[in-house]
């Protein structure tokens, strides 16, 4: 069955490191969003991408960076983490071509930066 | 700016009551809206409407879209605990594949 993954799934990490999340999908899907979830805020979009090698910035992107090299994966990396940058982080695609365009979402990473 | 507001923030039921969820948009050029039910995990595709006045239905859920109110409701009857869950909606725009969501509407049902 085709499906969305992410890795790792929890990650403790310091002030100041590069972390860099995993987003897998085998939907073969061409639109890849990150968000992140935090409480009273809803899902907020990060980035974004519509296809191999592009790449858009979200509402919340500062500090984060993305880079597609091929349909499947859309890694999220955080150029020097912050504590703001303690959340859950999800990982969704969508299809377009079928003009239906709901998104499907990973499981999640939830990231804690001490 | 194009928001997504949802309403109300949270509600507690008892198990075999009717809850209707609301979610309002002001979003340029709307295309669809989503709503998804979130659990202790990611949240789970449940409806997409785009025509306005036509409703979706699965099972006790059923959603509809007013285009000329820009709302949607959700509704869910009979609820069960295992109703329990966020429920959030959201918007996408002509143009891009990008969704808006609101901060979601916190259901628990009592047994």
């Known amino acids: 069955d085709a499906e969305i993954t992410q890795s790792p799934r929890h990650k403790i990490t310091e002030t100041g490191r590069q972390v860099t999340l995993a987003c897998h999908q085998t939907?073969?899907?061409?639109?890849m969003f990150w968000y992140r979830q935090d409480l009273g805020h809803g899902l907020r979009l990060i980035h974004y991408?519509?296809?191999?090698?592009?790449?858009n910035k979200g509402e919340v992107s500062d500090g984060y960076s993305v880079s597609r090299s091929n349909t499947e994966d859309l890694p999220l990396t955080l150029e020097s983490a912050a504590s703001s940058q303690t959340s859950v982080y999800f990982c969704?695609?969508?299809?377009?071509?079928?003009?239906?365009?709901?998104?499907?979402f990973g499981p999640g990473t939830r990231l804690t930066v001490t | 700016e194009d928001k997504v507001v949802q309403s109300p923030l949270s509600l507690v039921v008892h198990e075999g009551d009717t809850v209707t969820l609301n979610c309002s948009y002001e979003?340029?050029?709307?295309?669809?809206l989503l709503w998804y039910k979130q659990e202790k995990k990611a949240p789970t595709f449940l409806f997409m409407l785009?025509?306005?006045?036509i409703e979706k239905k699965s099972g006790r859920l059923s959603s509809i879209l007013d285009k000329k109110e820009l709302f949607s409701i959700l509704n869910i009857t009979a609820t069960q605990t295992g109703d329990s869950a966020v429920y959030l909606c959201?918007?996408?725009?002509?143009?891009?594949?990008?969704?808006?969501f609101g901060t979601g509407t916190r259901l628990k049902v009592l047994a």
């Open positions: 969704a695609s969508s299809e377009s071509r079928t003009g239906t365009y709901e998104q499907y």
């Open positions: 939907w073969n899907h061409n639109n």
């Open positions: 991408s519509y296809g191999v090698q592009d790449t």
């Open positions: 979003v340029t050029n709307f295309r669809s």
């Open positions: 785009t025509s306005s006045g």
């Open positions: 959201a918007s996408s725009f002509s143009g891009t594949y990008k969704y808006i």
